[in-house]
Every structure is written in C-alpha cells, then in structure tokens.
C-alpha cells in the first residue's frame, strides 16, 4: 500500500480516529457521511486525510445520500465508506439492501449508542446487531465486524475493506460508542506489512453481452463503470448478466439464493473469532468491548481455579455458529454476554443448548459493560 | 439498396427488444431525444453513466440505453449519480426519472445537488401522476382531480414549478419543455451535457393511461394537443401576469449561467490539501 | 431507397398511440387492420410521395418505430 497513506507508528489513539487510519490504510478514495455522535471523529479525520492521497469525504444531505454516494463512487471504481450511528444505519437500510443486491463492495461503519431512537448518543451499546443481518428486506447474508480496542479498530477497518472488495459486497464495522471513543495504544505497521486487496474486474474489451458480472457464488468480476462494460446494474431481480427478469419465480430464487450463497460459501475464511476456552467447563462468549471484561472475568475465575473460558465473536455475521458448536460440545456451561438485552444470545442458544447449557449475562444497566466482578460471581454460582 | 436503418437502433442494448412503456407514452419521445442530443454532439454511449430511480420514467435508460446504467432505488438516482461524478469525473452523468421520483420522495436530493451546482444532467419525466404505481396523486396533481388515492379529488395544493424550484437552488442550467417540443428538448439537452454545472430538464411528459384517460384530458394525441395549446415561450410569458398564466406551461430555457462547479472546487480542495500534506500527519489527536 | 420505413413490431399501434398519424402534416400514415406480434395494428405508409421528411413522426415516435431517410443536409436533425 501507499506510504503516505500508511501512518507507521506507535500512537495513543482514540478508536474513531484509529478507523480513520484503517481506512486510508485500506486504500480508501471515497467517503461519505452525516454528522452523528458518537461516529463523527472517524469523519473528521478522513476529511482532513483523504484529500492528501486525492480522494475526499463529503458531507450529505442525509445518510440515505451518504450510502447512495459510497456506492456510486464504488460502481465508478472507488475504494469507498460511509460510518455512521443507529439513526443512521436506520435511514441507509433500503440502500444497504441495494447494495447486496447489486453486489457493491462498500464498508459501513456504525458507531453504536444508546437506542433506540435519539436514544442517548454518547454511551455504546451493542443495539444494532440484529438490524445489521436483518435490517433491509428479504433473505441476505452480510458481514460484520466487531471491534473490541482502538487497534481493533484500525485492523478491523483493513479487513473490513478486505472483505468487502474480495467477496462484492458491503461490510459492516459494529462497533460502539465505548470502543469508538477508547483511548489506548494504537500500532500502525509498515505499509508493506499491511495486506490489501482490490476486487477483480473482467478483463477490459470482453464484449458486454458476454459479461457475466453478477451472482456467481465464487464472485463475479465487478463491471465497473466507465470502462466500456455497458453493465446494466439494477436493483430489480436480474440474472448473471444482469439483465432484469420480473416475471420468472426461478430467477428470483436462484437471485436470491446466490447472493447469500457467495458469503456462506466463504464462510469459514471469513469467520474470525478468538478461543481460549481448552478444558474450560464455563465458557464466556462475548463481542466487542464486552469481551474485554469477559477476558478479566475469566482471568480472575482461573486464579481461583475454575475451569474457565472465553470464545470471542470477532465477525458475529454471517453467523459463525460452527464455531459455537465446537466450543458448545466441550464445555458444560456457556454464558453469552452482549451489551443489550440479549440480541446475538438467542442465535447462539440455538448452536449451543443440545450440548450444554446456555445462559444470558445482560449488563446491570444497558449501556454499562458488565463488571466483571459480577461475571465472576456469576461464573463460581455456575461452576458450584 | 440497402434498407433504411434507423440511427439510433445503435443506441439501445442489445438485449433489447422494445421499450417498456405503455403506447403513446411521452417517455418513448423523451428516450429518442436524450439519443439525438448525443449523436448530434457526436459522442458515444461510453461517454456517459445513466442513473435512474423506480418508476416508468427510470426506465428511459434501463435497460433501453447500451451503456453504463445504474438503476437504484426510488427517490435517490440524484445521490447515487453525486458519487459516480466524483468517481468518474470526466464521464458525463445523467440521470433520467419521474416527478414522483426526483420532487416527491427525492426532493432533498434534488435541492441539494443543485445548490451544490456538481456536474451533471437531471431529466425529469413530469407527468402528474404515479404511472408505476397505477395512477395515485404526486406532488406534481392538479388539484381537485380524482386519482387511485384521491377518490373524492385531491385536496393538495400542486406543486406548480419544479424548475423554479431548482433555479432557487442554484442549478446553473434549467429548461423545461413537453413532449411536443421534442426538437427544443433535443437542443437543450445539448446544452445540459455540454454545461458545466447542475443541469436540469424539466419534461411535461403524456401519461394516456394513468392520467390522460382516467382524467378525462384523453389519449396521448389528445394530451399533445392540450400542451401544445397551453403552452407559452418564457419570453411570452414574461410579458403576461400571474393571472393571465394560469393553466399555461411556461416552456424554454429558464437559466443558463456560470458559477463555481463542485467537481472542480473539490479539485482545488485536494491541491489545497496536498499543498500542507507534510504537516497535517500527525494523528495522535481527535 | 424509400423516404420511409416503419418497425412494425416496435410499433404500439396507431389506435392506441397513433402520435406519428398526428404529428404528420402530409397524411402520409393510415391506420391499418393488420396486427403485429404483440396484437398492435400499426399504421401504414399510404402517401409516400407527399412526406416532405420534416422527420416529424420519427422524433416524436416514442418506440423508435419509424425511420425517415436524410435529406441532402447532415443525419439526424438539430
Ligand atoms: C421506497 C419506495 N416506495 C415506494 C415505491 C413504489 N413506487 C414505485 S414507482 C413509484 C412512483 C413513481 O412515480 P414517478 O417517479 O412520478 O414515475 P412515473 O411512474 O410516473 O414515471 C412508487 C411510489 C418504491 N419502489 N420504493
Ligand atoms: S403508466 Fe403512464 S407513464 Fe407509465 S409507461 Fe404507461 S403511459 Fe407511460
Ligand atoms: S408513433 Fe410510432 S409507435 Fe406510435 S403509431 Fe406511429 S409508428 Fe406506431
Ligand atoms: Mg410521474
């Protein structure tokens, strides 16, 4: 990658501003926004970033314009992002949707905070999981991320744009107000060491009636605009060259089916998560900045000498529930905490509970990550 | 001797084997004019990207047009065509939808791009009415007509100037015709590619089947009748009062003026940017 | 080569659209019984002689329906 794109170095970095540097680092050209706690800084420093390297962010009238802009800019070719809160998300879902369907690499980055509504913009919680999956209408599979600490935030915002361009289509960060206004020791490595990837695109002069630039389950090469593709790209039920089909139910199916079958397909090199549960009895599974007192709780459990564990969601979607089983079969309990009212808990019951058994660990307040001190009562009141 | 082709066949996808509209649908007239304003500029379909929103009128380029076309969601063609200008910045944009699409659930957009003044062509099909939809009242309804949503006539006021809209917002170049000024229409969507700046085409377009028909104006001969007797030249028009034009569609090129253009002041933005590149890397702060 | 050609399957029917029957001042077009695939009836050239090639029915045709040869000027007009 770019040097000047790429700040090497050892910084004490708020998250928002480390995804910010993931961005540029991630080849970034394009982004767009509207101003929103607590999402606001990584917005800021990209307008002050991006025009350095020639590209730019640009303030919209809203964010269904923002998400429209970011995936324009990608169809004419751009590395772009948008980044946003809950009511912002809310407003993007039917151009989310959009993009999915027209398979447009894109990365979103949504700084949770108190929901829902207006809710309470400077406290994080994890609100939106649920809405990332299942937020704009009809069957899909997405990808998310969820970052725990600010150098999670800039390698995570990498992978972001990774994925993005590798499999055609956008990519979620969830991360929240807590991890986004973290302070804490950031390392940006060299350039060289920094792993990029840009989407394929069919060979230039293929004769456009031969393109077949959409729902391949490997990935079609992306026909992008101003190249001579003459892509059609519509928003309407198409088939692999793109060409719309309103009438035919086996179009829709195979439309349908496809989109979420080039994520599944990948699933196992997309899925990140991060185990240390071996001989453990209770095993924590947790995402995001709860992990991080989920990993003090079971510290403090292990000094005690109770076999415990923790699996932490780093891609929560597509759903690693694989993941889950394997953990589920070897340990005797599982508790599931997320900063919310149990959103992600009910998907990973469902892995879990024929094997051991799962329960839920909420925050005492929503909006405050669980003590873990109270997790370690809960974790001895288990293993009793 | 070979048979007459027509010229423009060259222009329509391939796959294509008519156009989606309903006979005598003004926006078939709108589909050739935009296609005679670029071959009389001798430009090619790889010249542009073509955006539109959901309606029939989006149809105009999709997928009729064998070129680059994005067919996004109702009410945001505007916003999708913001970042593939910025993306492609010497392509020409153009983006072709309804009244309901671009004024009603896409007016901010609208507004915004044009005060913005960012390089691109705006066409919108005005034809009174939802037609996709099966005829329900728009924005753009005479009021007191009985639609599909107004069964006891609508009871909204109309919303009488589009294009006076977007002069107010700082578009600098805004024309409106009918679908009986095709030639007009051609010439100023000549001008709208070539200005550099927001350029808007506001088109009174017949729809015979949701509006004409059911409102009693008739079938799509009728309806050109009817704009051909109402309508007047801005010139005309600026010699009469408000009274006086009332009913009439003022028709012409309404403002054609030069202003700072935002592809090129993000541009100059950029240069400003690198300029003091070295000194802005520190980002150790918020 | 004749002054005009009409795409009878592209055409929507001089009963339902009818607008190049309208536009032309010369009544060179006729509607016609005869149907074309979609089940349109579009009309017929009947005074080819008269057309003037004021090219009115082809840019006001909106199905790209009719052709009008060139005059001796450049292709296409303004
Ligand atoms: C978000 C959303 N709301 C509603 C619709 C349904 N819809 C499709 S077209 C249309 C109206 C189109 O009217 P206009 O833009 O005037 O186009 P016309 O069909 O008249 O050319 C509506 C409401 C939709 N597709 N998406
Ligand atoms: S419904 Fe009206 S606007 Fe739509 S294609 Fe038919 S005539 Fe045209
Ligand atoms: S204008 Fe075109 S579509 Fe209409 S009747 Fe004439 S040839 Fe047919
Ligand atoms: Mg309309």
Known sequence: MDEKRVCTGRYFMMGNVACAEGAMAAGCEFAAGYPITPATEVANHLAEKLPQVGGAFFQMEDEISSIAAVIGASWAGKKAMTVTSGPGISLMLENIGFAIGVETPCVIVNVQRGAPSTG???????????????????????????????????????????????????????????????????????????????????????????LKGFLDENVAPMPIFGKGFKAHVTSSCHDEYGKRNLIDISALDKFVRKLSDKILKHKEEITLVERDYEGAEVVLVSYGGVSRAAAEAVLQARKKGIAAGTLRLITVWPFPGEEIEKMARKAKHVIVLENNLGQIYPYIKAEAAHFSEVSFLPPKLVGEIQDPEDILKKIEEISK | MSELVHPYHRFIRPTVTHSSFCPGCGDGTIAQSILRAIDGLDMDMDDFVFVSGIGCAAWIPSPLFNADVLHTTHGRPIAFAFGIKMGLTEKKVMVVSGDGDLVAIGGNHLIQNARRNIEMVVICSNNGIYGMTGGQAAPTTPMGVKTTTTPYGTFENVFEDISGLVIAAGASFVARWTTGHPRQLTASIKKAIQKKGFAFIEVISQCPVQFGRKMGVGNAVQMLEDYKNRSISIQEAKKLSKEELKGRIVVGELVDLDKPEMVEEVTRMRKKAMGGAEAAVDTGRS | MATLRIYNELCKGAEECGICLYVCKEEVFQPSETMNQKGYRPPVIVNEDQCTQCENCMIFCPDLAIVVSEKKQKKGSQ
């Open chain 1, 120 to 210: 309470m913009p400077t406290i994080g919680i994890q609100g939106d999981m649920v809405q990332a999956k299942h937020g704009s209408h009809g069957d899909y599979e997405i990808i998310a991320l969820c970052p725990s600490s600010p150098q999670e935030m800039f390698e995570h915002t990498v992978i972001a744009f990774n994925y993005a361009e590798k499999y055609r289509t956008p990519v979620f960060l969830l991360s929240d107000a807590f991890v986004g206004h973290m302070r804490e020791e950031v390392v940006i490595p060299e350039a060289d060491k920094i792993k990029t990837i840009y989407r394929k695109i069919p060979e230039l002069g293929t004769d456009p009636l031969k």
